[in-house]
């Protein structure tokens, strides 16, 4: 089971993705990881969660801040 605080991040960058009409695919090789990652990181199934340097890269991806990801408020 992920933490409260992972999946609202998965969440918002889900979010994001989907506005820009990003393929998990295609994020992946942005990010350099793999697909299968990526759709780990989005299951629910499995631990598996962005990390500060993703996060990073995804808001370079994605072209907005590390912060967007991050809720205003603790979890």
């Known amino acids: 089971m992920k933490a409260k605080i992972d999946q609202f991040v998965i969440n918002m960058v889900k979010e994001k993705r989907l506005e820009k009409n990003i393929s998990q695919a295609d994020l992946a090789y942005e990010l350099g990881i793999s697909v299968g990652f990526i759709g780990k990181i989005e299951s629910t199934k499995y ?16 072209e907005c801040s590390p912060q967007d990801f991050l809720p205003k408020k603790p979890l």
């Open 47 to 62: 631990p598996s969660h962005y990390n500060i340097k993703h996060l990073n890269q995804l808001a370079k991806i994605l």
